[in-house]
């Protein structure tokens, strides 16, 4: 019987592919093994992949707990590096949701650099067509992967323009005009915003746990042609007068990821 491919060996495997190709260039090589340690972190500090720690008594809870302050102490000194190593897991256990939700979700929390979207989208193409040419993945396997990558890649790349022309677009004033400038803000609401409306030149959220729909948020024409309804923002609005202007902006988020919870069944615990 055979040995199940193992997904920290199907990494290396890549890598090492790149390694003796003399058409690899260096860049290349370096976003690959970025991608890979991002990849490693996601799959182990936030996918399912991983069993939380279940405590029998309060003392293992008491251990645990001075074993993560001290971790913390180590981190703010600079003297830890994050575990990378997927140890023996099956390759089998990586869903194509996993990386959905790693491109779509982890990355762009970390960055708002539409290239490194695009380096890392290429690199996980490649793998998995690596993976299939070597038979790791069968054919559905193979279609499965690529038809997540090839929708949330460049559905990643542009929310990520989104968020960094949003960031700059806040931090010159947001297009307040005169006017407003003087009035005080009436009213802030905060959190995770879904586009759910695009029209005569501005934008209109419906935000968490809030019923109203709240807008409109007038932007420039160049950024609403970036924008897609369903897209969810990291956001904080103020209400001056009867306007409604940004007042901070985080991460920009493609509705394939932040789909409403009751229409996603889930990832199995699985390891």
């Given at each position: ?14 890598i090492?592919?790149l390694?003796?190709?003399r ?7 370096t ?16 996918s ?9 008594d ?15 102490s ?68 193979y ?57 005569n ?40 007068g ?30």
């Amino acid at each position: 019987m055979s040995r199940l491919p193992i997904l920290q060996e199907s990494m290396d495997a890549f890598i090492q592919s790149l390694t003796v190709d003399r058409e690899t260039d260096s860049q290349m090589l370096t976003h690959t093994e970025q991608c890979f340690e991002a990849l490693a972190q996601y799959l182990i500090h936030f996918s399912d992949l991983f069993k939380d720690q279940d405590f029998s008594d309060n003392e293992e809870y008491a251990e645990w707990e001075q074993g993560l302050e001290e971790h913390m102490s180590k981190l703010l000194d600079g003297d830890v590096e994050p575990a990378c190593d997927l140890g023996q897991l099956a390759l089998e256990k990586l869903d194509p949701e996993h990386l959905r939700d790693f491109l779509g979700w982890f990355v762009l929390r970390e960055t708002s650099d539409a290239d490194v979207l695009h380096a890392y989208a290429k690199v996980l193409i490649d793998w998995v067509e690596f993976m299939h040419q070597r038979g790791s993945l069968n054919q559905s396997e193979y279609l499965g992967f690529s038809e997540i990558l090839a929708d949330v890649g460049p559905a990643s790349e542009r929310t990520a323009r989104v968020s960094q022309v949003l960031f700059h677009f806040v931090r010159s004033g947001t297009g307040v005009s005169p006017r407003l400038r003087a009035q005080r803000f009436s009213r802030f609401i905060e959190g995770h915003a879904r586009a759910s409306a695009i029209e005569n030149g501005a934008l209109h959220f419906n935000f968490e746990n809030q019923e109203e729909e709240i807008g409109p948020v007038v932007l420039p024409q160049v950024v609403l042609d970036l924008i897609e309804e369903g897209d969810v923002f990291d956001i904080e609005l103020g209400l001056r007068g009867d306007s409604w202007v940004m007042v901070d902006v985080g991460p920009v988020y493609p509705e394939s990821v932040y789909i409403e919870v009751e229409e996603y069944p889930g990832l199995e615990k699985l390891s």
